[in-house]
């Protein structure tokens, strides 16, 4: 079985990406149309990061485009024409983008009459929020739509609320003064780094899968693991990391790398839901995956000023325990229905896989070293290593070709093709993240307008009875129900303003200072499991289609999977070494919620890394009732005490009088290793 790793020239987007998947596949000058659309809007990114072209103005623009393409690509019902574009949503698109573009056109006039709009202002302004909403329903169904309109409601019909949730009301032409002509709304912080950085990733991820990286990653992960037990499923692991490192899209995730492994689980011997649940568990994680994380984590940097190689360095040690915790659910599955691996003939060769790709990675290093040594922006360093995959489409093809002999210009007119289809697959991409956060503007409008937020405290204050515990929980279950129906992006912008605060004040007022990064944190890691939270997981279905499973079952099974991941967030917050900042002792400064400590250096990084390794082994085995065999009920419970140990060291130091909290996890670890030792003596792994 040798590997493929050089993609497929694609003259004809016929694999288009989910924008026209889920909606219109047209044809002659409407299919021509939606390409130059997208095309220009994937050059207009490129150009902007160079030209000192006022932000704001780049957010009008940015939306205009996403906004049009989405009328013009997604039908308003299912009976709607797939192949044309109706005169009725081409005049929607027009009258879409004409009323993003307002704030570019009139830009200066705005300014000059600051909170004073015209009749002029409040007809487009109202005009464009409802386009808005009804493109986020399009694009993504009715529960950003409904949330929009529930928070657009809540200004308005303020006076009219229960007490502790009444405020003065606003005015239709304060709202949208607010949420239209303002950068509090629609055009915030969201959209801007949609604007700013999102697109460029998307199209860096976009521009390496057209150029075969997703296919290499694929072919390199089984080569290094198909041999091991439950092989094509850790190949599966692999492969989602590493693919999620560039697509940051769990749905994405799982089509791409799920058509190759989910059929090879099932051959070597796991049932179908398992099959499919290990790859939702594995694409699902592929978002917390640096260097991308998805979009929301570009957000989290800018919501609280930092930088975003900071979010990168306080999520790396979570996401790789994460992916570790996954690989040892698969090995212990495999051992469980006594699984073998691939035989290695039927392997593709290793080295010449790792080398007949290894250009793939070039982009992904310079993306790192441009980011982490060089410290250039998250933009400059996403434009350079663009350039990058660029220049290895045009010319990998052509080199091939000299190569082996062949034509070369049939080879470079495909480089060139691929390059072109990129382009138009990254603007594709990205509409639906960029009305996703457009859209989610609204409630970050909604706080600022009203003081939502300290009336939220004060509902959750009732109902948590104070206790940050509950908040927590409160928080955990809120996001994964909204994520059932929002895509990680809005979920995380929809959260992170309503109840990061409250998380960081709540724990402040209980005598544990929250770096604020913990509390987003927290929220970005429960909107991503929603994708695989059923009733509604969308990533189960898309893996329940290619596995012909049960989806709620397969949702069930990857939401098991996926409890190890579902604990961290917990666990930072009580122990934010585990983020890699110092542990923030009772009393402390409210200023040190926002401006912590990093721990530095290797060695206590790396001590801190094995730690949280063994304590998510410690974990996995309790849930999966197999440690070195059967595990029964009471060896469960004491690997889940060995955990919260070596997760939480102070629990035990704090009421000890032990000054070095991590000297209290030398117990756990020797009970670990003793009770393994034991395990292994008397049953076979």
Same mark, same amino acid.
């Given at each position: 079985m040798a590997p493929t790793v050089t993609a497929a020239s694609q003259t004809e987007p016929s694999d288009a990406p989910p924008?026209?998947?889920?909606?219109?596949?047209?044809?002659?000058?409407?299919?021509?149309?939606?390409?130059?659309?997208?095309?220009?809007?994937?050059?207009?990114?490129?150009?902007?990061?160079?030209?000192?072209?006022?932000?704001?103005?780049?957010?009008?623009?940015?939306?205009?485009?996403?906004i049009t393409l989405a009328y013009l690509s997604f039908p308003a019902r299912k009976s709607s024409p797939k192949k044309s574009i109706p005169l009725t949503d081409a005049f929607l698109a027009l009258t879409a983008g004409s009323g993003a573009l307002y704030l570019v056109v009139n830009y200066n006039a705005i300014a000059q009459r600051p909170g004073l709009p015209i009749f002029q202002d409040i007809l487009f302004g109202v005009v464009t929020l409802a386009l808005l909403l009804e493109a986020s329903r399009r694009?993504?169904?009715?529960?950003?739509?409904?949330?929009?309109?529930?928070?657009?409601?809540?200004?308005?019909f303020g006076p009219a609320l229960p007490e502790l949730l009444a405020h003065r009301g606003a005015s239709v032409s304060k709202i949208i003064n607010h949420m239209y002509l303002t950068t509090e709304g629609i055009f915030g912080v969201p959209l801007r780094v949609s604007a700013s950085f999102v697109f460029l990733f998307v199209l860096f991820g976009a521009l390496l899968d057209r150029a075969g990286a997703g296919h290499y990653f694929i072919q390199l992960a089984y080569a290094a693991l198909g041999k091991y037990r439950g092989g094509p499923a850790k190949a599966a692991i692999a492969a989602s990391g590493m693919t999620g490192m560039i697509s940051g899209s769990s749905i994405a995730n799982t089509v791409t790398t799920g058509t190759f492994t989910i059929p090879l689980m099932k051959k070597i011997g796991f049932p179908a839901e398992k099959a499919g649940a290990i790859e939702v568990a594995a694409s699902t994680n592929g978002q917390l995956m640096p260097p991308i994380m998805g979009a929301a984590a570009f957000i989290i940097a800018e919501f609280l000023g930092i930088s975003y190689l900071e979010v990168v360095k306080a999520a790396f040690i979570p996401a790789v325990v994460s992916y570790l915790g996954l690989f040892y659910v698969v090995h212990l599955e495999s051992c469980k229905l006594g699984l073998k691996g691939v035989p290695k003939d039927q392997l593709p060769p290793l080295i010449r896989t790792f080398l007949s790709g290894i250009h793939f990675l070039f982009p992904v290093f310079l993306l790192i070293y441009t980011l982490v040594v060089e410290r250039q922006s998250a933009g400059m360093a996403a434009f350079n290593a663009i350039l990058m995959v660029m220049i290895i489409m045009v010319v990998q093809k052509p080199l091939l070709a000299i190569l082996y002999k062949k034509p070369l210009f049939p080879s470079l007119r495909e480089g060139f093709s691929d390059l072109y289809f990129g382009?138009?697959?990254?603007?594709?991409?990205?509409?639906?993240i960029a009305l996703a956060t457009a859209a989610a503007g609204l409630v970050v409008g909604t706080i600022t307008l009203t003081g939502l937020g300290q009336r939220l405290l004060e509902v959750i204050e009732v109902i948590a009875m104070g206790h940050l515990i509950l908040v927590l929980l409160l928080t955990a279950i809120t996001s994964l129900i909204l994520g059932m129906g929002l895509p990680t992006t809005a979920n995380y912008i929809v959260m992170a303003s309503l109840t990061a605060p409250i998380i960081v004040q709540l724990g402040g007022e209980?005598?544990?200072?929250?770096?604020?990064?913990?509390?987003?944190?927290?929220?970005?890691?429960?909107?991503?499991?929603?994708?695989?939270?059923?009733?509604?997981?969308?990533?189960a279905y898309a893996a329940s289609a290619i596995a012909r499973s049960d989806p709620i079952k397969t949702g069930i099974q990857g939401f098991t999977y996926d409890l190890r991941t579902a604990i961290l967030p917990f666990m930072f917050i009580f122990n934010t070494d585990l983020i890699l900042i110092h542990g923030i002792q009772p009393g402390g400064s409210a200023m040190q919620a926002s401006s912590w400590i990093w721990i530095e250096g290797w060695l206590p990084s790396l001590g801190l890394f094995a730690l949280?390794?063994?304590?998510?082994?410690?974990?996995?085995?309790?849930?999966m009732g197999w440690n070195a065999g059967v595990a029964p009920w009471w060896e469960r419970v004491l690997l889940l005490l060995i955990c919260l140990?070596?997760?939480?060291?102070?629990?035990?130091?704090?009421?000890?009088?032990?000054?070095?909290?991590?000297?209290?996890?030398?117990?756990?670890?020797?009970?670990?290793? #003793?009770?393994?030792?034991?395990? #292994?003596?008397?049953?076979a792994v």
């Open positions: 924008l026209e998947r889920n909606g219109r596949s047209p044809d002659g000058w409407s299919r021509h149309l939606l390409t130059i659309l997208a095309l220009s809007w994937s050059l207009f990114q490129l150009w902007v990061v160079h030209e000192a072209i006022n932000d704001t103005l780049v957010r009008g623009i940015h939306l205009a485009f996403a694009t993504l169904g009715p529960a950003l739509m409904i949330i929009g309109l529930v928070f657009l409601s809540y200004c308005y382009l138009i697959d990254g603007a594709r991409y990205m509409v639906p209980g005598g544990l200072i929250i770096p604020a990064i913990a509390a987003h944190l927290f929220v970005f890691y429960f909107g991503i499991l929603a994708d695989d939270t059923p009733p509604v997981g969308l990533a949280a390794t063994v304590a998510m082994f410690a974990f996995v085995s309790a849930i140990a070596l997760f939480r060291p102070n629990l035990l130091a704090d009421p000890l009088g032990v000054a070095q909290k991590y000297y209290m996890t030398l117990p756990p670890l020797l009970l670990y290793g #003793s009770l393994l030792f034991w395990k #292994s003596r008397t049953k």
